[in-house]
């Protein structure tokens, strides 16, 4: 079974509002996060903090959703990758939910390779999501709560795995990269 853990706790501080419910694809940017990865699990976990209701509001009609919020949001992102993972049992996808643009192609891809921590790479850039196999979850949640995602994967065996889809890259963290995104669905490049 492959579950997913869909980043959203932060403040958003850059894009100045929720980034969340920014609309991408006619629907919340959260909510096309979910919907691109659901296909490819069986369930999905969305680590709230500081906008929990309004995310939660977006999902409470959604048994294939599962709503966690991080009461420790404010002490950093691997704090919400810590609260995702307690709440997994199989292998598990992490995405931050503001990387919208993810091809089905590059989940196929994922699912399909053999690492026990597989990452998507673009044009020489690693992207997101990141697949880590089952027996990864106990290792993870040993790590202080300063850690990060990149060192626990720099800890590990990775499988790169080589693809042509650029919105492994492409990130909300401000209006303007809201705007780039919008400019990129239009022009046809995320699928």
Excluded: W
Excluded at 7 to 34: C, D, E, Q, Y
Excluded at 65 to 74: G, L, S
């Amino acid at each position: 079974m492959t579950e997913g853990i869909i980043l959203a706790g932060g403040h958003a501080s850059r894009a100045g509002t929720n980034k969340m419910m920014l609309t991408f694809r006619g629907k919340p940017l959260i909510k096309a996060t979910v919907d691109g990865m659901r296909p490819h699990v069986q369930r999905i976990v969305v680590v709230t903090g500081h906008y929990h209701d309004e995310i939660a509001r977006l999902f409470r009609d959604d048994p294939s959703v599962e709503i966690v919020r991080n009461d420790r949001y404010d002490e950093g992102m691997f704090t919400s990758v810590k609260t995702g993972v307690r709440s997994v049992a199989g292998d598990f996808f992490i995405l931050p939910g503001d990387i919208p643009a993810v091809d089905k192609r590059t989940y196929e891809a994922l699912l399909g390779g053999e690492g026990i921590i597989r990452v998507p790479v673009f044009a020489g850039r690693r992207g997101h999501p990141i697949l880590l196999d089952k027996t990864l979850k106990d290792p993870l949640l040993a790590m202080p709560d300063a850690a990060d995602l990149k060192s626990f994967r720099d800890s590990h065996p990775v499988e790169y795995i080589e693809t042509d889809d650029e919105g492994v890259l492409v990130d909300v963290d401000t209006l303007a990269d809201h705007e780039r995104l919008t400019r990129f669905e239009k022009r046809g490049e995320c699928s």
